[in-house]
């Protein structure tokens, strides 16, 4: 369906695109994840045809972009701020670009019961979107994005603007809509739980290149390199000697995965593999701070030697020491990750 090739984009002397490769297949979700300034939404723009490449090409069903204006190239747009017209009413929006491509009155009609169903707002034609809640605002923007049936749907932070509960609520029906109708959609955004609970694929940027692409498993249990790591949140990472199935580290022996390369290494271990125990077993800690995070508690671990970084813990929400309780720790192979860089 999409395809980037080499695109290149550049503000001055500032490169915002760099020699990127994507391609999404059709019937695909793909969510493009990184932090303001990573290059996610120039590569939307590029896409769409409101900003033009440097160098490379942008291909989709396999023609060349270069030269097609935004109104030709069959894809629909989807913004945070929603951009609805607000002296129209909830009809008068989503049926605009039908109106546009000269549909006629009674199948923009027919399209418009049809969107305001699937996207749950049924007999909303004549509300005025002035009316509407952030929510509702957001489901008639959806509507008239897929109103004339794009082959590819982009959307840049589609819910940015909302309470957490409502965006976790529609990024699950959102998942849903898509796949009943074999929607292609390409999305950005900065919120990695978002990402990960709509996309098939995830990708993430970093100064306009991209560091690694997967499925949201993929990406969150392997993650491919120190920045990828950081950028999701996990921080106890740490410079290591790999030899055999163990690693020396500054927080002592940490074993590594079977047929890990030997020699210099920068190691994650995730939360959930430092392990807690008696303070007369393995690395001696005093426990700093307690998080609760919902199904568990985040547990910020002190080694006693001064010089070894902070360690963050994953702890059951009845099993987290008490603050200033000292505890061993020793660590699991299987949440060890090796990190390219």
Sequence with gaps: MLQLDGVTVRFGARGALDAVDLTVADHEIVCVLGPSGSGKSTLLRVVAGLQRADAGRVLLGGADQAGVPVHRRGVGLMFQDHQLFPQRDVAGNVAFGLRMRGVSRAERAARVTELLDLVGLPGAERRSVAALSGGEQQRVALARALAPSPRLLMLDEPLGQLDRGLRERLVTELRGLFGRLGTTVLAVTHDQGEAFALADRVVVMNEGRIAQVGTPLEVWRRPASEFVARFLGFDNVVAATVSGEAADTVWGKVPVPADTPEGAARLL??????????????????????????????VLLRPDDAAAPLLEAECALRAAPDEGAAVGVTFAADEVVVLSG
């Design 269 to 298: 271990v995730r939360p959930a593999g430092v392990q807690l125990g008696d303070p007369a077993d393995g690395l001696r800690c005093t426990v700093q701070g307690r998080t609760f995070r919902g199904h568990h508690v985040a």
